[in-house]
T-cell receptor, first 114, second 115 residues
Framework: AQSVTQLDSQVPVFEEAPVELRCNYSSSVSVYLFWYVQYPNQGLQLLLKYLSGSTLVESINGFEAEFNKSQTSFHLRKPSVHISDTAEYFCAVSRIQGAQKLVFGQGTRLTINP | NAGVTQTPKFQVLKTGQSMTLQCAQD?????MYWYRQDPGMGLRLIYY???????DKGEVPNGYNVSRLNKREFSLRLESAAPSQTSVYFCASSVRIAGGYNEQFFGPGTRLTVL
């Protein structure tokens, strides 16, 4: 079975400051890794994913995440946040082999203060 | 394309009442899912359907039933609602992407309150 732990339930930061949202996972088999974003009163949208290859993956709006196999982590970072980044962020994993259900972390609410 | 649509958006039930949450997708996806989202617990899978005609239990299936009516529609039924089922319910559908993983697309959610 897989499990995902997001270490911070809430992260408040000031606009234009850097941010890191932490995610650790546990799995006995190889997994794909994902970050989803949920803006207020909306469904989830895929932000970025790690499938294979380069361990650093980027999104179109300036977020990046690095897969660290030895530490079983997939932390999300952005060097300078905007008010529009206010949302809840979910880390998720799915098995590479077999039924590809997603297992989600608890979520991290990112609040940007002006 | 509307993507994944869910009805209703909001619902209030009394304990013991029944209701069905509807979900439809117009992306010709084979797989569909029902999740519930509760504060501090992320999204938990209730049921999923890998293809038309098949359904399987997820992490928290107790108190729910599902029907994969056709390729487009996947409904979730609460036969006798309980306050513990107060939650936001999300439907999703997925397509297999080059690279071998299933990308999931989510609906806007149904906010259900059981009094």
């Amino acid at each position: 079975a897989q499990s995902v732990t997001q270490l911070d339930s809430q992260v408040p930061v000031f606009e234009e400051a850097p941010v890191e949202l932490r995610c650790n996972y546990s799995s006995s088999v190889s997994v794909y890794l994902f970050w989803y974003v949920q803006y207020p009163n909306q469904g989830l949208q895929l932000l970025l994913k790690y499938l294979s290859g380069s361990t650093l993956v980027e999104s179109i709006n300036g977020f990046e995440a690095e897969f660290n196999k030895s530490q079983t982590s997939f932390h999300l970072r952005k060097p300078s946040v905007h008010i529009s980044d206010t949302a809840e962020y979910f880390c998720a994993v799915s098995r590479i082999q077999g039924a590809q259900k997603l297992v989600f972390g608890q979520g991290t609410r990112l609040t940007i203060n002006p | 394309n509307a993507g994944v649509t869910q009805t209703p958006k909001f619902q209030v039930l009394k304990t013991g009442q029944s209701m069905t949450l509807q979900c439809a997708q117009d992306m010709n996806h084979n797989s569909m899912y029902w999740y519930r989202q509760d504060p501090g617990m992320g999204l938990r899978l209730i049921y999923y359907s890998a293809s038309e005609g098949t359904t399987d239990k997820g992490e928290v299936p107790n108190g729910y039933n599902v029907s994969r009516l056709n390729k487009r529609e996947f409904s979730l039924r609460l036969e006798s609602a309980a306050p513990s089922q107060t939650s936001v319910y999300f439907c999703a559908s997925s397509v297999r992407i080059a690279g071998g993983y299933n990308e999931q697309f989510f609906g806007p959610g149904t906010r259900l309150t059981v009094l």
